[in-house]
């Protein structure tokens, strides 16, 4: 082959057009790349700075300072991130296993619902559409003296001034505001599990404990472990609510370890040991995270 018939090879290769899996790739990475950027200015790009400044001391003002570990050695002597740390893995299991379990209960009985099961659905989901804000305002008013909750069960109880009472009340309303999205794919779990199995069990005799124990919860078992570490991570990451009802008190008893490192960053200035205190909230997450995987890939194991 001479090179004038080489160079119209050539140049005829060059004019085809992309394969087609190259150009889904091209595609495909178009789609993502607007996600990508959001992390990457959102997530990535603050929990890089954050952990740089965990290392410096740094009041908001002038040059950050590098102090080394000092921040975290000081996390040991303070006793308020200590209580915030419990009250926060308090909340996480106080939302995450009964709102689990409430959950599962509201899931059965909705699946026995023939007719206007989608109304229900959109029932149980409003109360996450409804903004946290708005949500928190309400039942901090139905939370008083002689609010609501007190006149309907006729008590006297302080909900939002006894340290006890306090961080239920933060509970109820996280249940409250969380469960009805558990519900929903805890249905649609539900919805996958062959009828013939549950019709199988029955005519073998087995009742409803029966085929809720041993046939139900086993193939639930990776949704319920996903909508578990959904809750658990909501938990870890509370704000808003503790903020606007209690300002973490009274006595620190709904002080989560989010506002305790908002108080520390913004109220005193103390950007290094917030920082500090962020980084290590997000190792919590990570290790609940890998928890997360190892339960869901045991799952498909078993």
């Known amino acids: 082959m001479d090179d004038r018939t080489s160079a119209i090879v050539t140049a005829h290769r060059r004019d085809r057009p992309a394969s087609l899996p190259r150009r889904e790739a091209r595609v495909g990475l178009a789609f993502v790349a607007p996600t990508f950027l959001w992390l990457a200015v959102f997530v990535l790009l603050p ?10 001391e740094w009041f908001l003002v002038g040059d950050p300072t590098f102090v080394g570990v ?7 002597e303070d006793s308020t991130f200590g209580q ?3 009250v926060t893995f308090q909340v996480a299991a106080g939302v995450a296993l009964p709102g689990s379990v409430l959950a599962l209960v509201l899931a059965l009985l909705m699946s026995n619902v023939v007719r206007g ?8 989901y409003l109360p996450l559409v409804i903004p946290s804000v708005v949500s928190s305002i309400i039942w901090g008013a139905m939370y008083l003296g002689q609010g609501v909750i007190n006149t309907l069960l006729g008590t006297q109880i302080k909900w ?8 239920v009340s933060i509970l109820l309303l996280m249940v409250w505001t969380n469960v009805g999205y558990y519900t929903i794919l805890v249905f649609a779990g539900l919805q996958d599990i062959p009828a013939e199995i549950l019709e199988a069990a029955s005519m073998d ?3 409803p404990i029966q085929r809720l124990v041993h046939i139900i919860v086993p193939l639930l078992r990776p949704v319920l472990l996903f909508v578990l570490v959904i809750a658990t991570t909501e938990a870890l990451t509370l704000f808003v609510q503790p903020y606007l009802l209690t300002q973490g008190g009274p006595g620190g008893a709904t002080q989560t370890l989010s506002l305790y490192i908002y108080q520390v960053g913004f109220s005193f200035g103390n950007v290094g040991k917030a920082s500090a205190m962020a980084v290590v909230l997000l190792v919590i997450a990570i290790l609940f995270a890998i928890v997360q995987f190892r339960a869901l890939r045991s799952s498909h194991d078993d």
Request: glycine residues 8%; proline residues 3%.
């Open 47 to 56: 929990s890089g700075a954050a952990v740089v400044l965990s290392f410096t």
């Open 70 to 76: 000092a921040n975290y050695l000081a996390l040991f």
């Open 84 to 86: 915030a740390l419990i």
């Open 117 to 124: 099961r989608a109304a229900y659905q959109a029932v149980f």
């Open 160 to 167: 939002l001034a006894d340290p006890v009472w306090a961080l």
């Open 205 to 207: 005799g087995a009742g």
